[in-house]
């Protein structure tokens, strides 16, 4: 493994043991791990250890897998947007909050993206937000009177998907008294072809994505959210580079026939035949959401996978048809980027 990271002569094993995480320990063995920055990565190496034989990757700047000092710390070697997008709220706290940039990013307020939001069983936390949103008079309005509507209109449904601005997110990631629960607004797959140029900038193509193999980008998209955010147990059609920007994620991770077998046998629980290309609303709530969440995540947990922890700075490589799952760690924002490539 010498060589992958130029200028870092270390060695990476995979450990298969139990490993901390934010919830104890996982029973998961570790995807394999090297130490240092995606942006220096030898890519011959990078071809010979995970390209080309479709094995997942994660490159990182933690020494140790059970390592969690640098959770929500901006990384130096990520991407500009770390830097530019996020700040840290010093306050009266003994550990300084991490937020969004409402300087800067407050001039892209009302660029459109797209959004996920989950409404709690009976919607008390999301009425309780808006309420207090409207009384105190500090610019939160148009996330009030948005929240009160999607209540008034949501029927039996608790994920929802919709277009809005920005600003929308904005005034979600502010600060709130402790005992207000934050909207948990997720921008999910916004492509970094919509957004303004100023931020697909702060987003620049890592070398493995353009580099690795034929250079062809099938697609790039932001994810930011305010935690739990949740992504289903699905697969790819490309090798998708991950990176993190804020915070940290839980990805666990299954080989095309393991995670098949465990879609499938979910479809025949639920008396069901979905798509297992397609990320529909049917795996974000109702009986198919809390089964697949229960195989890969619950008590029956995740048998034949593998779990990685992806903090800020760090980058995951999935390969093609490889099936994933992904949970927020923490509650402060956290954010991503993605690139589906060949």
């Known amino acids: 493994m010498r060589g992958l990271i130029k200028d870092l002569p270390r060695t990476s094993r995979t450990i298969l043991r139990p490993y901390s995480t934010s919830n104890g320990f ?25 390209f080309v034989p479709k094995t ?23 991407l500009p947007a770390a830097q ?32 996920e939001f989950i409404i709690d069983s009976d919607g008390t936390s999301l009425q309780e937000y808006a309420n207090w949103a409207q009384a105190a008079n500090n610019g939160r309005q148009e996330l ?23 600003s929308l997110f904005l005034q979600a990631c502010s600060p ?9 607004l997720y921008i999910a797959q916004a492509q970094l072809a919509d957004l303004p140029k100023a931020l697909q900038d702060d987003l620049p193509t890592p070398r493995i994505v353009k580099e690795a193999g034929k250079g062809d980008i099938y ?3 932001i994810w930011m959210g305010i935690p739990p955010t949740y992504t289903p147990l699905h697969k790819d059609p490309n090798p998708n580079l991950f990176v993190q920007l804020a915070s940290s994620k839980r990805v666990r991770l299954f080989e095309p026939s393991v995670g098949a077998k465990i879609f499938w046998d979910v479809q025949a629980r639920i008396g069901k ?3 297992a290309s397609f990320r529909g609303e049917e795996m974000m709530e109702g009986p198919e959401r809390d089964a697949l969440d229960e195989i890969v995540w619950g008590d029956e ?12 700075g760090d980058a995951l490589f999935i390969p093609k048809g490889w099936w994933h799952s992904i949970k927020s760690v923490g509650s402060e924002v956290t954010a991503s980027v993605n690139w589906w490539f060949r």
């Open 26 to 50: 996982s029973t998961l063995p570790p995807v394999d791990r090297i130490v240092g920055s995606f942006g220096t990565v030898d890519l011959s190496e990078f071809r010979k250890r995970a």
């Open 56 to 78: 997942p990757l994660l490159i990182t700047t933690r020494e140790e897998s059970t390592s969690t000092a640098t959770d929500g710390i901006l990384s130096h070697q990520s």
């Open 219 to 221: 697609d790039a998209n």
């Open 301 to 312: 947990g995740g048998r034949g996978g593998y779990e990685t922890r992806v903090g800020p």
């Open 273 to 275: 035949c979905g798509s």
């Open 144 to 166: 009030a009177t948005f929240l009160t509507q999607l209540l008034s209109e949501s029927n039996s449904h608790t994920f929802h998907r919709f277009h809005a601005p920005l």
């Open 176 to 184: 709130t008294p402790s005992h207000i629960p934050r909207p948990r």
């Open 84 to 115: 530019k997008w996020f700040t840290h709220n010093h306050g009266s706290n003994s550990s300084p909050e991490l937020m969004l940039s409402d300087q800067y990013l407050s001039q892209f307020q009302d660029t459109i993206l797209p959004y």
